[in-house]
């Protein structure tokens, strides 16, 4: 089964800092991966997302991840945070194809600090 | 546009009485699924549809039911709700064809008191 482990519950950051965001995965084949930004009170919005070809992905609101097959990771890096980036973020895993469901990690919440 | 819409926003019940949530979409996708978040768990899967009369339960499906009679709608039932039930929940949908991810709800949060 597939399983998603986000080891950062709550990560601080000082705005105009870089911050990456760790997210382990386990899965058997080539898996579809994802990184969706909830604010409070919000839906999930898609940040970005990974199914083959170049392993660092651009997302949006000046996001990318990178997919390391050796290390089973899909880490999140912004090279400098905005306040407007506080939010909890969530890492999730799945197999693709016609019918496939996502695996969510726990989510780590990031606070930015003026 | 095309959305997907959960109603009620927030709903609080007793203990034992029958609840249930919405969701509703206009994208024409045939997935369609719903999560619970709780502090610490993340989101985790209660049921999900891959269309019309098919259902399955996910991981945490004891206590709660779907059904699919139609593309657009799948409502999630909590035959007798518990305090345990009290979460926020997220409907979601994704597209059967090219796979890129799901389009989730805005969330309905229940209260079982």
């Known amino acids: 089964a597939q399983s998603v482990t986000q080891p950062d519950i709550h990560i601080t950051v000082s705005e105009g800092a870089s911050l990456e965001l760790r997210c382990n995965y386990s899965y058997g084949a080539t898996p579809y991966l994802f990184w969706y930004v909830q604010s409070p009170g919000q839906g999930l919005q898609l940040l970005l997302k990974y199914f083959s070809g170049d392993t660092l992905v651009q997302g949006i609101k000046g996001f990318e991840a990178e997919f390391k097959r050796s290390q089973s990771s899909f880490n999140l890096r912004k090279p400098s945070v905005h306040w407007s980036d506080a939010a909890e973020y969530f890492c999730a895993v799945g197999a693709g194809g016609t019918a496939s469901k996502l695996t969510f990690g726990t989510g780590t919440r990031l606070q930015v600090t003026l | ?113």
Not at chain 2, 14 to 42: I, K, P, S
């Open chain 2, 1 to 113: 546009d095309a959305e997907i819409t959960q109603s009620p926003r927030h709903k609080i019940t007793e203990t034992g009485r029958q609840v249930t949530l919405a969701c509703h979409q206009t994208w024409n996708h045939n997935n369609m699924f719903w999560y619970r978040q709780d502090l610490g768990h993340g989101l985790r899967l209660i049921h999900y549809s891959y269309g019309v009369q098919d259902t399955n339960k996910g991981e945490v499906s004891d206590g709660y039911s779907v059904s699919r009679s139609n593309t657009e709608d799948l409502p999630l039932t909590l035959e007798s709700a518990a305090s345990s039930q009290t979460s926020v929940y997220f409907c979601a949908s994704s597209d059967s064809v090219g796979f890129s991810g799901y389009t989730f709800g805005s969330g309905t949060r229940l209260t079982v008191v």
